[in-house]
């Protein structure tokens, strides 16, 4: 299990998260969410030790601050929110850079396996920063998977820590991440991701985390998390959860939170 409790950040004179405890288990995908300013990607950056945090992160019952980079690296992979390259690397070079924490040698291949699995067959020749924002932020998720590319090893479970994963991404391009991630936890590895949609949330979270203003306002499965009262709280505006009528009939999302005038 990945665990975290009590977490508080302080950045500047701003209180980012208070107290916030959490946990993910493997075999599971779990999603956090919540408006924009919750805590959502400062949680993960403190579970990743991207930020100071009071508190404990605790990985198979380990605390994180006493185990070693390259025992981590080789146990998770995070993929930020944004990715800056500054240098002219190509995408073979990119993926690769994953391959260099990875627990054990890879075999020849694996950049390519890593690449085809996002979409990105044929890519790998071709320069980073020629690429469009979401063929970037697909090369960046196959580095993460290159890296922790079995997801259960000989140390245990390994985790996938994703920060929108799909924010970039046309909607074929998402539900092919998210079943991704669905894999990776059917075959026994753990899954946490920052989303901000909450219909791909609902389709494909095993766990939800509602978030605000620095809090945890609940966890559990996203029938229960997800509600109309809980929402409307998070996110400040009238909500209600829907579900689809039976085909062929047309639904589409979101819905104007007020009548037009």
Not at 58 to 71: E, F, K, S, T, V
Request: aromatic share 4%.
């Amino acid at each position: 299990m990945l665990s975290a409790t009590d977490i508080e950040v302080q950045l500047g004179r701003a209180k980012v998260l208070r107290g916030v405890s959490f946990d993910a288990r493997p075999g599971e995908v779990t999603v956090i969410v919540g408006p924009n300013g919750s805590g959502k990607t400062t949680l993960l950056r403190a579970i990743t030790q991207e930020v100071p945090y009071r508190g404990t992160v605790r990985l198979a019952g380990n605390d994180i601050a006493a185990l070693p980079g390259w025992q981590l690296a080789a146990r998770r992979a995070v993929l930020p929110q944004h990715s800056r390259i500054a240098f002219p690397f190509t995408v073979h070079e990119i993926v690769r850079l994953g391959l260099g924490a990875a627990a054990t040698p890879p075999p020849p291949g694996r950049v390519e396996e890593a690449l085809a699995r996002v979409g990105l067959a044929g890519f790998a020749g071709r320069h980073y920063n020629a690429l469009s924002g979401g063929e970037q932020q697909r090369v960046q998720l196959a580095r993460v998977l290159a890296q922790v590319w079995e997801p259960v090893g000989s140390e245990g479970p390994r985790w996938l820590l994703l920060d929108e994963p799909v924010s970039s991404l046309d909607i074929g391009h998402q539900l092919e991440v998210m079943d991704l991630m669905a894999s990776y936890a059917a075959q026994g590895g753990g899954v946490v991701a920052v989303m901000h949609d909450l219909n791909l949330t609902s389709m494909y979270a095993d766990r939800v985390m509602l978030m605000a203003e620095g809090r945890r306002l609940d966890q559990g499965p996203p029938a229960a998390v997800l509600t109309d009262t809980a929402l409307s709280r998070a996110y400040g505006c009238a909500l209600r959860v829907n579900t689809a009528p039976p085909a062929p009939a047309t639904f589409l999302l979101p819905h104007t939170a007020r009548p037009p005038g």
